[in-house]
């Protein structure tokens, strides 16, 4: 059995799949479905520092092989997670990250200090990136100089590694990424949802209560690989990829052009036991061509450059 | 572990747009009960991504039936199964129709239009054979649209059609004749499933007759089982309304509970 | 019947369809399948001033729902087309729309003034957007002050009007389009592809002989339309929107928010007939309506904003 | 102006991953020609997206065959229609088999690997009926992927096997049964299709000798009808090489046009 571990430096996963965030809710909601000492780890959907309604629905609409969802950061807020939901997670074997929310710099900021007060916490993902909470779809993680502010302002207060997940909305993320490094990340993840939109034509309306969503699923896999390549080459900072992630081979083209670990998002949602499969086919990937370590394919790819 | 079965069509009747199918599974049998639903993909490939959300139509030990109406890509792809073809089903989900306190002595009115029937011939037989009375009211907009009707007359269930043209049955809506039949008596309790404008009227008329009633509500689902949240509708909190999900706090709720938005 | 006609104001069209660059060759390569005086105008394939080699293969990868592409522009070069394809599409009843490439805009203003000197041409679309030729997958569309240089210096020279054709590619698409409008264009059209990339596990290479490719078809139509949304919304001249158009009401849906024509691209490929096809199908939707212009539709979603 | 004709699945056999379909197709027929090929969308859906290039196995008056190995995801699809269900087919496209000059008197070798061998059949019968004499070289890495040579022995045409494992005929590559059978004799052409290696050495070989050969190429297909430019193969020209493409120039090549890049 090849060797599947993951060291991101700031953390070792056994297995380079995690759950990406929002796509896996607070982990409870798969236990009928796969058993979470199987995966690398999970991302918890993001937390704002109080309770959150979300959006008005309909949040979902379906596209061509992809999702556009508006959900709005639903969700219990801090008090909530750290009373109800990290003693559940604590008592599975496996990495909890957290995605932290925030209206402003200062509720990033709020979330992580008060996290800061719990155990069983590995990682903070910082979504600086998700384009369902403004109507006009932006986000820190649009320009350099607000990337650079708000790592650097989390990792000041943060007794945990921070990961920045970045958004593909941008026209330049190699200079995005290299911000977040600037800014002290331990890590970057990409990438976020591709703002998009989808209207009725019998009613004249939009799709959605939120007017723009986030584009995921396999449908954007393509720009989520190129954007990991670009990303990678840019930083040195370990890189996390996700997009459209469905198979082992998909999360292994996401290593091949450097991402350390990978995230499984939409997927789940389509079969709930996605991720482990995905580790169970990586393992079996690397043993039929002899792989000793799934970590060596990690920025192979051969350009020719 | 959940596993999602594979089950295989052992049985398929098809009525222009709609269609019945029967499925060979033990675990889903499992679980069944009245208003729970199955997710079901609907092709091998990316395209339609999403699984769809059909309703259990009937259950046995080891078979349980859908019955849905193609209603765009997934389930026109659905309908063109074959007997001896398998299906990919993830479930049973959901919260079902609550039936405590319904046994001998007390009646059940039970609401469908279109496709919504598809919970009710379960629910229906369950009730039955708990000893409560039954009656179904059955609306389409025509009488292609209420296939099931000699289904349920068959298994001996009292039923009254209502058709928007008046080919079959009452002529008009079928929360007309629902309204038409309250006048001349109470049930202990109704049961609805169709869409929303039916069921918001329907939880109307209930909660001004002071009658308990137990509506199915639908919603674009991302996964059917919690995790998205992309499936909410608003339920009563407090003094106010919280989005609450349907997949996994329903699909089933209480009239009294749900919060209807303004149109 | 629903009167389709559309008024650019720089041009009258027939009707609101015309193929996309690239995808619809020189336009004769589709005559055994359509006649082109079925579609409102055609876009031909994007002319250097001399003949191009274009990348090396693969040069096509097919995603979920989707195409990579990374032709390179291969092409004949100005004077044979003016010498063979122009006689030949003047004898059709189409409006032409030259798409003009260029390797730094000195290049793009010589194909401008050789095609100023030939006639059957109804406008030129600056293809500024292009993420195939340069390897990192930049252009001047993805700078507001490189797209307004590029405009105004094309509009100086031309005696046509000038479409810039904006990438996707970007942060701000709104601060683009009004570069594009502060130019002088006038009008704009968009999306060209997703910058993309594909690799091949067991090989370890890129899939593509360029590395990077442009990502088209279904896949990309919800980014498509919320760009098409926000530049419809960023500027007055017109817009044409483009993206993953399949059927009439795709196009339609276009209209919708805000553009008064639209571009049919990789559907040609898979339906020759596509173009005239989706004309067809917007005629019928209008009538099933009771819509009297096609052009009624245009910008009228109601976002409750 | 050229429709795309709905053809109806008339007849299907399978061998393992090797299918044969037969079409009733009027159009599709009446523009056949031995190496032309049609462009098949194989999903109702966008996922897959292109359609496939398939080459003609064989045609008559009113029908067409198709032969193919399933490769991925739109032969598996392909590969699961039933007769009397309809393909979406576009075409015939492309430059076919040159067979000018093969008469009475004149022999044709015709070289083919897997499900390289598909347009080999249409084009033997057509020589042959043409009076030339042929001899066909059908090479697969086991006597399972040389499931057409009961058809070409029932047709009675010279048919050589080649398995690389050996289980049937020659041991070895087909190029090197044909190597070999060169050291007997010489026909006045070769027409080949397979995999790019087979197509580089068989077109070596030929050069070599100084026959006369024609190469069908493959490529991944935007389009197939020459407006996509993504099928490109660097052919011949002046002193140097162009990017040619397949779809129209092509697919099928002189040995002598064809440049190949190097590994
Ligand atoms: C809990 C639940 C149980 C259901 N049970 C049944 C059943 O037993 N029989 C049956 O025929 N149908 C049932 N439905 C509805 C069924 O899920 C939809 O008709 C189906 O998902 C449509 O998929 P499609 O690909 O055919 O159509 P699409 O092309 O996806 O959509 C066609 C139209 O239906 C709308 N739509 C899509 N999904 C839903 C949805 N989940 N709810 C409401 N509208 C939707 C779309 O907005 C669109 O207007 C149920 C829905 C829910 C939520
Ligand atoms: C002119 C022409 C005629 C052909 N005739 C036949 C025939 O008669 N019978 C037959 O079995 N096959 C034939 N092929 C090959 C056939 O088109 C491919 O096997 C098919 O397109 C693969 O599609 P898929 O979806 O099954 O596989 P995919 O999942 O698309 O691909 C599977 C693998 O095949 C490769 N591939 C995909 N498309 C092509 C292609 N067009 N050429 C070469 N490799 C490809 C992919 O890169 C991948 O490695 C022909 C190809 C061409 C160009
Ligand atoms: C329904 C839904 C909710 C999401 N919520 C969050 C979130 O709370 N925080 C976040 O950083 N990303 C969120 N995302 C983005 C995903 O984590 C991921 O970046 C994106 O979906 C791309 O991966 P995929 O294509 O595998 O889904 C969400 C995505 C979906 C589909
Ligand atoms: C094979 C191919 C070649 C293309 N070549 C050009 C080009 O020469 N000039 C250009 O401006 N856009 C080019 N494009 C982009 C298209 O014109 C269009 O902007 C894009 O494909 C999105 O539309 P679609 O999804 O309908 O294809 C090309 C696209 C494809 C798929
Ligand atoms: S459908 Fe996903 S939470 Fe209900
Ligand atoms: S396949 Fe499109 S040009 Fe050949």
Redesign the interface.
Known sequence: MADLSTDLGFLRLRNPVLTASGTFGYGTEFLPFLDLAAVGGIVVKGLYFGPREGNPPPRLVETASGLINAIGLQGVGVERFAADVLPELRRRDTAVIVNVCGSGDEEYYRVIEFLDGHEGIAAYELNISCPNVKRNGACPAMDPRATREIVAGAKRRSRRPVIAKLSPNVTDIASIARAAEDGGADGISLINTLLAMAVDLDTRKPKLGNVLGGLSGPAIKPVALRMTYQAARAVKIPVIGMGGICTGRDALEFMLVGARAVQVGTANFVDPASAARIVREIGDYCDARGLARAADIVGTLKTGL | ????PAARIIGKRSWGDFHLLRLESPDLAAGASPGRFLMI?T?????????RPLSLHDAGDVWIELFFRVAG?GTALLAKKKEGETLDC?GPLGRGFRMDGFGAGRTAWLIGGGRGVAPLYYLARTLISRGAGVRVFYGGKTSAEIPLREKFESAGIPLDCATDDGSFGFAGFVTALLERALEGGRPDGLFACGPDAMMKRTGRMALGLGLPAQLSLE?????G?????????RIKKDDGG??RKIC?DGPVFGADEILW?EA
Chains 1, 3 share one sequence.
């Open positions: 572990m959940r596993r999602e993909r092709s091998d490939g990316f395209d339609p991504l999403l699984r890509r993830l919603a674009v689902m991302g996964c089982f919690g995790a998205c949240w992309g499936c909410v509708h919280q989005w996994e938005e």
